[in-house]
């Protein structure tokens, strides 16, 4: 067996892990609920390995707490938050899933369970979901300022960290989100598509004013445009089809700086001190999203934009890297230290399996293949 096969079927296994009667959860020990971001970064590998059917099911649960406003939750909890058994990894679970619409239950609305819920529908076809994608849709626009979303503090998967406003991760979502829809209608409804499609290049052109800043999209912009260059997003914004050729190569001269063991660093440069959300810094985790700790997520999106540009050579020295990583390790971990080895310390230890990982590795690592570029 190929090393390349080994290491699929690794994060094969560690992905199907994470699969329940209702969709993909984000781990086994204390990561136990439905969150959108991690689910459906996770279902780019289940739908490359076939799995379309735990997919269609996440979308499903997704849609069905749809609010009247259009809303769709970010999270469906399948137990308490504050439990300190949950993190000691024995978690205890509701009777019935509880759907979560704010940060933290009570603070701002978040974006990625409503975006990314109408992209994996327009990516499986769910024709049934689209008078409940035209409502999510005039949601998102109710949310937006600059011609983008705008998000309140530690409103995306790096929510660690204050930054708000105009933010690449949400906003290259949304960009993809009206890209994938207007490619589905343009056959069935091509009036609407073209609407769809004239959205989707204004969102591009606003992502450019507001964020690009030459070299890079910036990672947001609130009361101007904070140029930390964030490899997860960028490297989206290439693997998705946003960039001309000549931002896709600037991009990726970037990221050839931020290379360390596995994977690319966080962000560039770090982000001070007083961005770092205070609890965390109490939990003695301050540096869990902020160039310290290394993840898997910046590199999986980097080996997707590198085959994306046709960078074959470079790709398979990234993916050689990914594949030995992971026959090394056997499975696939949330968060790791510096020296390679999964965190694990008095008050954290790194989720195993991680679905969110595992299936962007499966996703980056087929990405070469025609079914796997969506």
Not at 23 to 42: C, L, Q
Not at 124 to 150: C, D, F, M, N, V
């Amino acid at each position: 067996m190929s090393i390349l096969d080994q290491a699929t079927r690794v994060a094969a296994t560690s992905l199907r892990a994470c699969y329940r009667s209702h969709g993909i959860v984000a781990g086994n020990h204390h990561f136990t609920d439905y969150w959108a971001r991690d689910g459906y970064f996770a279902a780019l590998g289940a739908l490359t390995i076939g799995d379309q059917e735990i997919v269609s099911k996440m979308v499903k649960l997704f849609f069905s707490y749809q609010k009247p406003s259009g809303q769709l939750p970010y999270r469906v909890m399948n137990g308490p938050m504050l439990s300190l058994s949950k993190y000691l990894g024995h978690p205890t679970y509701y009777k019935a899933p509880h759907p979560t619409y704010h940060l933290r239950g009570f603070g701002q609305p978040i974006f990625d369970g409503t975006t990314l819920s109408v992209l994996f529908a327009a990516l499986l076809h769910e024709t049934q979901y689209l008078p409940q994608i035209k409502l999510a849709l005039k949601y998102l626009e109710s949310r937006e300022k600059h011609g983008l979303l705008w998000d309140g503090p530690m409103a995306e998967w790096n929510d660690a960290v204050w930054k708000w406003g105009n933010l690449l991760y949400s906003n290259i979502i949304y960009w993809y989100v009206y890209d994938q829809l207007a490619r589905w209608q343009s056959k069935s409804n091509s009036p609407w598509s073209t609407l769809l499609s004239t959205k989707r290049d204004e969102i591009a052109d606003s992502l450019r004013s507001r964020l690009w800043n030459g070299q890079f999209f910036a990672d947001w912009h609130d009361y101007k445009r904070q140029d930390y260059f964030y490899p997860f997003g960028n490297c989206l914004a290439i693997a998705w089809g946003l960039t001309t050729k000549a931002e896709t190569a600037s991009i990726l001269n970037e990221c050839l700086h931020l290379a360390h063991d596995f994977t690319l660093e966080t962000n560039s440069p770090k982000y001070p001190w007083w961005r770092i959300d205070p609890l965390h810094h109490l939990a003695g985790m301050g540096d869990y999203q902020n160039q310290h700790l290394l993840w898997w997520q910046p590199v999986s999106s980097y080996l997707a934009a590198l085959y994306q540009s046709n960078q074959l050579d470079t790709a398979q020295l990234v993916a050689k890297q990914i594949q030995h990583k992971i026959t090394r390790d056997q499975t696939i971990y949330e968060v790791y230290t510096r020296d390679g080895q999964p965190v694990k310390r008095f008050n954290y230890t790194a989720e195993h399996p991680f679905a969110w990982a595992s299936g962007m590795i499966l996703w980056a690592l087929a990405y070469n293949k025609p079914h796997a570029k969506k």
